[in-house]
């Protein structure tokens, strides 16, 4: 890949400034654990049926194989979600990458995204420190970071080369040839989560964008940057617009209303208010919300509904008529037809 371009502070502004008006905002949904009902999947099914109807750009998975509450498997339920859906594109948020063998993963993953066209969005992480997976696939917590590098290297070599050989501290392989490809050239791009140095350096080194949560429009802003400095040292270019944010959300009458209906039930952290990291109240303050992420560099959501679960259709709805015409990039005839195919 070519050396990054050496500008001046000017050329730069004026550069960002171009990018920021030829950039698409895309707006997608988090599906969610809680959007499954443990004794029937009829209700998630609508829910995704109606996120089709009303023009959303994506439905997201999330990944967690112990849980105290009902999971899907993000790779069957992306293979349903392929045959199921004609116009959504789906994605991980995040696949964890420790805990699959990544030869199985990339087939499993270049057959999914050959099988539906290209539609296949990937943001993959290395999981959370209370995660009980490690445990029961047999893999020490404390190598995940390393076994999450060794993976994106392997897969992405298993998807745009043949007779790979790769040599690893976890994983290795010999003459190894995957076969068909992934329908998009060179395998699904690579997202990473995460908002630590690490996870900036894996976004920066290996990966081919940034998808963060529970961060702040500022956060993002310092992500991006320090995402930027380690990929110009690996003699890399991100694109600009491949940064984006999973926003948990809730629409009520003001913000204040809406953070007493679903405050309590919004990952927290120890040092930032949930308010400072999600869209709450009316339409105009979740679109305002957004445009700080959207000033921050960030212009992939992936929005998360929040507050009792039987107002999350409704919420979706408000979102689709409220706010995606006002923030998303319309499509293009050509995406449109894209879509339809």
């Not at 969005?121 to 060794?150: H, M, N, P, Q």
């Not at 630590?196 to 949560?213: I, V």
């Amino acid at each position: 890949m070519r050396e990054p371009r050496k500008l001046s502070t000017l050329a730069v502004r004026r550069e960002r400034r171009t990018n920021e008006i030829a950039m698409k905002v895309r707006i997608g949904i988090s599906l969610g654990d809680s959007a499954l009902d443990a004794g029937s999947p009829d209700g998630l099914l609508k829910f995704i049926d109606d996120c089709e109807r009303w023009d959303i750009d994506s439905v997201w998975v999330s990944d967690r194989i112990v849980a105290p509450r009902p999971t899907l498997d993000p790779i069957v339920f992306m293979a349903y979600l392929a045959s199921r859906m004609r116009n959504m594109k789906f994605g991980t948020s995040a696949l964890v990458l420790p805990t699959r063998h990544p030869v199985l993963l990339a087939k499993q993953l270049a057959t999914l995204d050959f099988l539906c066209k290209g539609r296949l969005l990937l943001v993959v992480g290395i999981g959370g420190d209370d995660s009980r997976d490690f445990d029961a696939v047999g893999v020490r917590k404390e190598e995940r970071g390393k076994r999450g590098d060794e993976a994106i290297r392997l897969m992405k070599k298993l998807w745009s080369e043949e007779n790979v050989s790769f040599a690893g501290q976890f994983y290795s392989v010999h003459d190894l040839t995957l076969l068909p490809r992934p329908y998009q050239q060179g395998g699904p791009p690579v997202w990473v989560g995460g908002r630590s140095k690490a996870a900036f350096r894996r976004a920066g080194r290996l990966a081919d964008g940034w998808l963060a949560s529970s961060v702040t429009p500022g956060e993002v802003a310092a992500g991006i940057e320090a995402i930027r400095a380690h990929a110009a040292e690996a003699a890399r270019e991100i694109p600009d617009d491949h940064y984006g944010v999973l926003v948990p959300f809730c629409f009520a009458a003001n913000a204040d209303e809406a953070f007493k209906i679903a405050g309590q039930s919004i990952r927290r952290r120890q040092d930032v208010s949930p308010e400072d990291y999600s869209a709450l109240g009316t339409p105009e303050l979740i679109c305002r919300k957004l445009g700080e992420y959207v000033a921050a560099g960030a212009t992939k959501f992936v929005m998360r509904p929040y507050g009792p679960r039987e107002t999350h259709l409704e919420q979706v709805r408000l979102l689709a008529e409220e706010v995606i015409p006002a923030v998303q990039t319309p499509f293009t005839e050509m995406e449109r037809r894209a879509r339809q195919r």
